[in-house]
């Protein structure tokens, strides 16, 4: 579903589509809503020096916990994001809301944000998926009432990110969620 709606989107902003020119519509007026303080505050959750701390910690733990391949997994899918993010900046080329310079198609803030928090969640602990969810969205609301990017920029991130993280899921529940503890074969103490 993630992907359909990430190429629906790309489509119509590649396009000039109808749904681009919704989305320019309810872009503007919503840019400049609420208090700039705070929704800067909300769009700078989705800066690299705030997000990744963040997965690095929930990282960290998993691997204290021995959950090395979703380590792994989400690891990849957040170097993924910049890699898969720039070229399609640079091939849809379109203007933001508040600038005829282009590159804002799709938001590099909103993605980095989604696979940091929800990807600390998949390595912390589910229980905390809520608040990634909340982390994620107040970062979106944030760029798209500072200006900084159109709200379909945000939501095809979403679903980029999305794919990437249930890639990571998959990846990561095939390679085996804990190692063996040291010192344990099959089930048994090395001493027999």
């Not at 898969?84 to 590159?103: I, S, W």
């Not at 500072?146 to 990437?164: E, F, I, M, Q, T």
């Amino acid at each position: 579903m993630c992907a359909v709606l990430f190429a629906l989107i790309t489509w119509q902003v590649a396009v000039h589509g109808p749904l681009r020119a919704l989305d320019e519509h309810i872009g503007r007026a919503l840019v400049g809503g609420g208090p700039a303080y705070l929704t800067e505050f909300l769009a700078d959750l989705g800066n690299p020096q705030v997000a990744l701390p963040v997965l690095a910690a929930a990282a960290g733990l998993a691997l204290r916990r021995h959950r090395w391949a979703m380590a792994a997994a989400v690891a990849t899918a957040m170097v993924l994001v910049p890699a898969l993010v720039a070229p399609l900046k640079a091939l849809t080329d379109r203007p933001g809301p508040l600038t005829p310079e282009t590159g804002y198609f799709p938001s590099g803030h909103a993605a980095t944000a989604m696979v940091a928090y929800a990807g600390a969640a998949l390595l912390a602990g589910r229980r905390l998926t809520p608040v990634a969810v909340l982390l994620t969205a107040a970062t979106g609301i944030g760029l798209v009432l500072r200006g900084y990017h159109w709200p379909l920029d945000v939501l095809a991130s979403w679903s980029l990110c999305g794919v990437l993280l249930a890639g990571a899921v998959l990846a990561g529940s095939r390679g085996g969620s804990r190692c063996p503890a040291p010192g344990a074969a099959g089930g048994r103490t090395a001493r027999g």
